[in-house]
């Protein structure tokens, strides 16, 4: 919505940090200079580009998502495969805001961030594809980082997750990649969907304060259930309901507390999600961090978004399931603004058929690329979707 992207927005400012200094506390203040959303998010997105490493990658710096891996990249010279995924999916997004605005200079802009997208996306496949996944990031000093050369941290799960969220890997890459990642990561006996494997404990490669955790304790290779959600989103888009589901189920905290000795072990609170769950001996399936944590709202996504397929596109709502072949579907009431629709989904039960026919008030739906889309008409309907 241009609205919102015009809208004027005041810049913070704070201290410059000085030569050699990683962080600074201070108080950030509102500055006097102000501009549109839309400037906010061009110089935000023109940051990340100007900082491109010999790899053709995005710079780490002193940490990307993973904020403990903060010496990583600290000289200025690491990169960041995961980063760069990531910055191909917003500059692909970006860009057609960027072209809507009708203005020559605005439009070249958006050609050169595709251009630039096009160009990760091809370091990515050239540099860090390491044989049977994609590796995770360069130190400074241009050693591998998620590697099975790799002394620890030898696969890291959010590299497969977004090289599928990213659409930008290669399709056959991206499925050996995922395929990859649960064959390593994800311990169904245990419960647990793991970050990365092994954690970092003896290595000389110091990944900054990740390391400072026991192995198998938080981000340092225990379950991350933040990165967690994008695995059970990736597999949503590839298609694998089951997998998806099943993986959703692992990581339901009800599922880790149904008797009273996987409530001990758990330990923590079984109807909120905890940030992490521990992975090595003595504290295997053993919480962490409940209510202080994004993943919640990560998992509300992939169940209704990913599995469901129920997402908010501007002033319509789309429906594109991606169901266990099991389910024989669902029932859904959406209520947005003054509109409410109520779905009934029906599954044949055979696999990767899709999204086939849709009716709305009896009436046939155009049903494109796998998905309906439900105007917001402020009016109440009934819909029934065959998959």
Not at 164 to 193: C, H, N, W, Y
Not at 204 to 208: C, E, N, V
């Given at each position: 919505?241009?609205?919102?992207?015009?809208?004027?927005?005041?810049?913070?400012?704070?201290?410059?940090l000085?030569?050699?200094?990683?962080?600074?506390?201070?108080?950030?203040?509102?500055?006097?200079?102000?501009?549109?959303?839309?400037?906010?998010?061009?110089?935000?997105?023109?940051?990340?580009?100007?900082?491109?490493?010999?790899?053709?990658?995005p710079?780490?710096?002193?940490?990307?998502?993973?904020?403990?891996?903060?010496?990583?990249?600290?000289?200025?010279?690491?990169?960041?495969?995961?980063?760069?995924?990531?910055?191909?999916?917003?500059?692909?997004?970006f860009?057609?805001?960027?072209?809507?605005?009708?203005?020559?200079?605005?439009?070249?802009?958006a050609?050169?961030?595709?251009?630039?997208?096009?160009?990760?996306?091809?370091?990515?496949?050239?540099?860090?594809?390491?044989?049977?996944?994609?590796?995770?990031?360069?130190?400074?000093?241009?050693?591998?980082?998620g590697s099975?050369?790799?002394?620890?941290?030898?696969?890291?799960?959010?590299?497969?997750s977004w090289?599928?969220?990213?659409?930008?890997?290669?399709?056959?890459?991206?499925?050996?990649?995922?395929?990859?990642?649960?064959?390593?990561?994800?311990?169904?006996?245990?419960?647990?969907?793991?970050?990365?494997?092994?954690?970092?404990?003896?290595t000389?490669?110091?990944?900054?304060y990740?390391?400072?955790?026991?192995?198998?304790?938080?981000?340092?290779?225990?379950?991350?259930?933040?990165?967690?959600?994008?695995?059970v989103?990736?597999?949503?888009?590839?298609?694998?309901?089951?997998?998806?589901?099943?993986?959703?189920?692992?990581?339901?905290?009800?599922?880790?507390?149904?008797?009273?000795?996987?409530?001990?072990?758990?330990?923590?609170?079984?109807?909120?999600?905890a940030?992490?769950?521990?992975?090595?001996?003595?504290h295997?399936?053993?919480?962490?961090?409940?209510?202080?944590?994004?993943?919640?709202?990560?998992?509300?996504?992939?169940?209704?978004?990913?599995?469901?397929?129920?997402?908010?596109?501007g002033?319509?709502?789309?429906?594109?399931?991606?169901?266990p072949?099991?389910?024989?579907?669902?029932?859904?009431?959406?209520?947005?603004?003054?509109?409410?629709?109520?779905?009934q989904?029906?599954?044949?039960?055979?696999?990767?058929?899709?999204?086939?026919?849709?009716?709305?008030?009896?009436?046939?739906?155009?049903?494109?690329?796998?998905?309906?889309?439900?105007?917001?008409?402020?009016?109440?309907?009934?819909?029934?979707?065959?998959?």
């Open positions: 919505d241009q609205a919102v992207l015009d809208a004027q927005v005041p810049f913070l400012e704070g201290q410059r000085q030569p050699g200094e990683h962080d600074c506390f201070f108080q950030p203040m509102i500055g006097a200079e102000t501009a549109s959303l839309y400037e906010h998010c061009v110089r935000g997105l023109e940051h990340c580009i100007a900082r491109t490493g010999q790899h053709g990658l710079l780490i710096g002193t940490g990307d998502w993973n904020d403990g891996m903060n010496h990583v990249g600290q000289a200025g010279i690491g990169e960041s495969v995961w980063l760069g995924w990531l910055l191909i999916r917003t500059l692909e997004t860009a057609p805001l960027a072209q809507a605005r009708h203005i020559k200079a605005e439009d070249q802009r050609k050169r961030w595709l251009a630039h997208a096009k160009a990760v996306r091809q370091a990515i496949e050239r540099e860090a594809w390491d044989g049977e996944w994609y590796r995770r990031a360069t130190f400074d000093d241009g050693a591998w980082l099975r050369e790799s002394d620890e941290c030898q696969i890291d799960a959010i590299a497969q090289a599928v969220l990213s659409g930008a890997a290669d399709p056959a890459r991206a499925a050996t990649a995922m395929a990859s990642l649960e064959q390593f990561l994800i311990r169904k006996q245990d419960g647990l969907a793991l970050l990365f494997t092994p954690p970092f404990e003896r000389q490669h110091d990944p900054g990740i390391k400072g955790y026991p192995a198998g304790l938080r981000e340092n290779g225990g379950q991350y259930s933040h990165a967690a959600m994008w695995t989103l990736a597999y949503t888009q590839l298609g694998l309901g089951k997998k998806a589901v099943d993986l959703f189920s692992l990581l339901n905290p009800i599922n880790h507390a149904l008797d009273p000795t996987a409530a001990g072990r758990y330990k923590v609170e079984p109807y909120v999600i940030a992490d769950v521990y992975s090595v001996a003595p295997i399936g053993r919480g962490g961090w409940t209510w202080y944590t994004g993943s919640a709202g990560w998992m509300y996504r992939a169940g209704i978004e990913g599995i469901l397929g129920i997402k908010r596109a002033d319509q709502v789309t429906i594109k399931p991606c169901l072949e099991a389910w024989p579907g669902f029932e859904a009431k959406i209520q947005l603004q003054d509109t409410t629709y109520h779905v989904v029906k599954s044949s039960g055979i696999a990767n058929l899709g999204l086939t026919t849709a009716f709305c008030d009896g009436l046939p739906m155009i049903v494109q690329a796998g998905l309906v889309a439900l105007t917001l008409d402020g009016g109440e309907h009934t819909v029934i979707i065959m998959i």
